[in-house]
């Protein structure tokens, strides 16, 4: 850790003895030891020093209330999760709309809370960042019987995770410390991370497979009001060394999205440039002809990304994906008739709905607690 309290931010499956046994309890459920020796892949002396680490650190409980039945021999006693003991705090910086979170050691929120980030930001980007950072200072302070372990942040732009300093080109944000004022104000260890990479995170963490699976390569596509792409490869979120790459400029046809034969995606696919559309065109911002054309311009987007990279899977996300009254059947049709690659492959949504960009922050701050959960305990950084 930095002295500026920042932790440069590790999108993967942990893999230490420790964080797999953990793991094992977290998604598994009430389990027994030897259902989590077979899910951690480690031996049954490994798994019984771990367990009695985690117990001692408060991150895992011993429930003799489980037991089920009363047969001959000694009760194999359940182990779970303690969820009440720790929790995690969160922030998502949208261009329209900040989510607040505090989450539990699970990612099960625990309670948030949703502001309008113009509204935070008349006064300039410092006195933005101070007031989220005092608004999640005192939502983290409702649950002063857990011990707040990490704090995660998530926004569009341009993330230093290294040093928690953030551009936010919507937001006129330039150079702002947000991780050393988050760490100032909640006083744990803070890490940033741009915001599509974080939510391609929480499937990749909080998705809840018993046992992590080797899952090849996915591309994690997300529109709202702004566009944005993540590569989740095997157990891991692609983190480029020189900060994520932009999709926002991709040029596509827009149809009656836009007077321009061609247009950069994140041009067309957001709430002005429907509301513009729809004025121009004399209708409804909901209608048809606009729905049917964003879905076909998101699909194709999509195709060409596919193309390109030749994902095992796609997981789309975000309003501009979901609000077509058919659902995903519209983008999915234009998907398989503008892509080339031979075979076919289904779009798949986000598992979090529209709770994505909350899920964004707890993941970010859970990855640095799964990876080594005993020094985090501790209150110790691992390098």
Not at 58 to 68: A, H, K, N, S, Y
Request: contains cysteine.
């Amino acid at each position: 850790m930095t002295g500026s309290g920042v932790v440069a931010a590790r999108l993967r499956v942990g893999s230490a003895p420790a964080s797999l046994v953990l793991n094992a309890i977290r998604v598994g459920g009430p389990s027994v030891r030897e259902e989590i020796t077979e899910r951690a892949g480690l031996s049954a002396a490994t798994v019984n020093r771990q367990i009695t680490a985690l117990c001692g650190a408060g991150l895992v409980d011993e429930r003799p209330d489980l037991v089920e039945g009363r047969g001959v021999g000694r009760p194999r006693i359940p182990l779970t999760l303690d969820r009440d003991r720790f929790c995690v705090a969160g922030i998502h910086i949208g261009a329209r709309r900040t989510a607040l979170v505090i989450a539990d050691l699970g990612g099960r929120t625990l309670y948030s809370h949703a502001v309008r980030t113009l509204e935070l930001c008349d006064e300039g980007a410092a006195v933005a960042v101070e007031r989220l950072c005092a608004r999640l200072a005192e939502l983290a302070g409702r649950f002063s019987g857990r011990r707040l372990l990490w704090a995660g942040a998530a926004l569009g732009g341009a993330v230093d995770a290294e040093t928690g300093v953030v551009d936010h080109p919507i937001l006129r944000w330039r150079g702002e410390p947000l991780g050393r004022r988050l760490h100032e104000t909640l006083g744990v260890p803070v890490s940033v991370s741009e915001h599509v990479q974080a939510m391609a995170a929480a499937e990749l963490l909080l998705g809840g497979e018993v046992v992590p699976q080797r899952r090849g390569a996915a591309l994690f596509f997300y529109a709202r009001e702004t566009v944005g792409m993540a590569m989740i490869i095997e157990d891991e979120v692609h983190q480029p060394i020189r900060g994520a790459g932009s999709i926002a400029a991709l040029p596509v046809d827009p149809g009656p999205l836009d007077t321009a034969a061609i247009a950069p995606l994140q041009s067309v696919i957001g709430t002005a440039a429907l509301k513009a559309a729809a004025a121009r065109l004399g209708v409804n911002d909901d209608a048809g002809i606009l729905a049917d054309a964003r879905a076909r311009v998101l699909g194709e987007a999509v195709a060409v990304m596919r193309d390109v990279i030749n994902p095992d899977s796609v997981i789309v996300a975000g309003a501009a994906f979901s609000a077509h009254p058919r659902g995903l059947a519209p983008i999915q049709a234009a998907f398989d008739a503008a892509s080339t690659t031979p075979w076919p492959l289904e779009i798949t949504p986000t598992r979090f709905g529209v709770h994505v960009p909350e899920s964004a922050p707890v993941a970010v701050a859970l990855a640095a607690v799964y990876a080594d959960p005993l020094a985090v305990t501790a209150g110790i950084t691992a390098p």
